[in-house]
């Protein structure tokens, strides 16, 4: 299977502190990219990492990239109650036409 | 303005039917999508359209069957329901090629499909 692993799969903290999701693939990829989804919403894309790249930042999000272990790994940095949500890492395989192929997802609760 | 948007929202049946879900994209994106997305959350391509072509059909049942009238358009049809169809049926399109915002996915808000 090509789907890609992430760790924790839940995530309990408090406003404030810092919330680190980790995520695992098996294939050679294009690009990295990370999405959030809102309990019962649709998916929004926080940010896309390239092969190429090995750490990239937007806002209070930083997203690191280690190609040689298949792995990435999320920040997010003093955390409010508003970014409770689930969290997916989704990569985009060499030569598969562009599809993402999601991880299983990490669901992070911030308690105010 | 919504960007991707996707009807019914919600749509109960009976096993057996056959329903459709449309989805319509304004963003002027070259490729659509549809994904399904079990009870755990698990996200899974099911087909891809890029300039109304097929370009990814993975493997799904025959029953379900894709349909894109135009660029800004995909639609998905199922015969035959069964209750293991019972899921969230997300639509999503991107601008495909080499560049800022190229192959960033939108999303519509999702279909949750209940088969009894």
């Known amino acids: 299977s090509q789907q890609g692993e992430e760790d924790p799969q839940a995530l309990s903290i408090q406003e404030g502190e810092n919330a680190t999701m980790n995520c695992s693939y098996k294939?050679?990829?294009?690009?990295l990219q990370w999405y959030r989804q809102n309990s019962g919403r649709g998916l929004v894309h926080l940010i896309l990492?390239?092969?190429?790249?090995r750490e990239k930042h937007s806002g209070r999000l930083r997203v690191t990239l280690d190609t040689s272990k298949k792995s990435s790994s999320l920040l997010i940095t003093a955390s409010r109650a508003a970014d409770t949500a689930s969290y997916f890492c989704?990569?985009?395989?060499?030569?598969?036409?562009?599809?993402?192929?999601f991880g299983q997802g990490t669901e992070l609760s911030v308690k105010p | 303005d919504t960007a991707v948007s996707q009807t019914p929202k919600y749509l109960v049946t009976q096993m057996g039917n056959d329903k459709s879900i449309k989805c319509e994209q304004n963003?002027?994106?070259?490729?659509m999508y549809w994904y399904k997305q079990d009870s755990k959350k698990f996200l899974k391509i099911m087909f891809s359209?890029?300039?109304?072509?097929?370009?990814i059909n993975e493997t799904v049942p025959n029953r379900f069957s894709p349909k894109s009238p135009d660029k800004a358009h995909l639609n998905l049809h199922i015969n035959s329901l069964e209750l293991g169809d019972s899921a969230v049926y997300f639509c999503?399109?991107?601008?495909?090629?080499?560049?800022?915002?190229?192959?960033?996915?939108?999303f519509g808000a999702g279909t949750r499909l209940s088969v009894l």
């Open positions: 989704a990569t985009v395989p060499v030569d598969q036409g562009g599809k993402l192929i």
């Open positions: 999503a399109s991107s601008l495909q090629g080499r560049g800022v915002g190229k192959n960033i996915q939108y």
């Open positions: 294939t050679s990829i294009n690009n």
């Open positions: 359209y890029n300039n109304k072509e097929l370009i």
């Open positions: 990492i390239r092969s190429n790249e």
């Open positions: 963003l002027g994106h070259d490729t």
